[in-house]
T-cell receptor, first 112, second 114 residues
Framework: GEDVEQSLFLSVREGDSSVINCTYT??????LYWYKQEPGAGLQLLTY?????DMKQDQRLTVLLNKKDKHLSLRIADTQTGDSAIYFC????????????FGKGTRLSVIA | DADVTQTPRNRITKTGKRIMLECSQT?????MYWYRQDPGLGLRLIYY???????NKGEISDGYSVSRQAQAKFSLSLESAIPNQTALYFC?????????????FGPGTRLTVL
């Protein structure tokens, strides 16, 4: 079955690192994604990782993938108030013929 | 100009009314989706369409219908709106790919059913 789990809330201080976690159940996932939803807006792709990778780094963002535990994380270094948003993880499957499966989203609040 | 547009952006209606939400895209994508977002429940898929002649039910299709009028247009209808359909509705699109499936989202329609 397809299920993606995330904690609903995370609060961090400005300048600290944020780590948002996600677990998924389907080991056949090929791509895993992180989407960001800013207040009053739709979702935008933040980053993604292919399932044969363990880590991907993009400026302040680090994605870690542990396939054995089916665990995905997003680390945001030097978190800023502009990073306050809801972050969704999502997965897709080899056929490409099913829509993305999204987690419920983690609301990140950055305290100045 | 936005690649994925939704109209209206906000709508307040009464129980029992028929409502249509419209989505248009200029990305040339074959695939289009409708989601609803509720606090604490994340995004739930209502319907999706992989091309003009293809319509598929999602997780929560009851009470909703869709029409894919053209490659660029996908509308969502609530035949007889009820208060628990109050939510934020998003349209999304994606290209036909083997596995990588980046979805592009519209800005959302906030619907309130009184």
């Amino acid at each position: 079955g397809e299920d993606v789990e995330q904690s609903l809330f995370l609060s961090v201080r400005e300048g600290d690192s944020s780590v948002i976690n996600c677990t998924y159940t389907d080991s056949s996932s090929t791509y895993l994604y992180w989407y960001k939803q800013e207040p009053g807006a739709g979702l935008q792709l933040l980053t993604y990782i292919f399932s044969n990778m363990d880590m991907k780094q993009d400026q302040r963002l680090t994605v870690l993938l542990n396939k054995k535990d089916k665990h995905l994380s997003l680390r945001i270094a030097d978190t800023q108030t502009g990073d306050s948003a809801i972050y969704f993880c999502a997965e897709t499957f080899p056929s490409g013929n099913t829509p993305l499966v999204f987690g419920k989203g983690t609301r990140l609040s950055v305290i100045a | 100009d936005a690649d994925v547009t939704q109209t209206p952006r906000n709508r307040i209606t009464k129980t029992g009314k028929r409502i249509m939400l419209e989505c248009s895209q200029t990305k040339g994508h074959d695939r289009m989706y409708w989601y609803r977002q509720d606090p604490g429940l994340g995004l739930r898929l209502i319907y999706y369409s992989f091309d003009v002649k293809d319509i598929n039910k999602g997780e929560i299709s009851d009470g909703y219908s869709v029409s894919r009028q053209a490659q660029a247009k996908f509308s969502l209808s609530l035949e007889s709106a009820i208060p628990n359909q109050t939510a934020l509705y998003f349209c999304a699109t994606s290209a036909r790919t083997y596995s990588y499936n980046e979805q592009f989202f519209g800005p959302g329609t906030r619907l309130t059913v009184l």
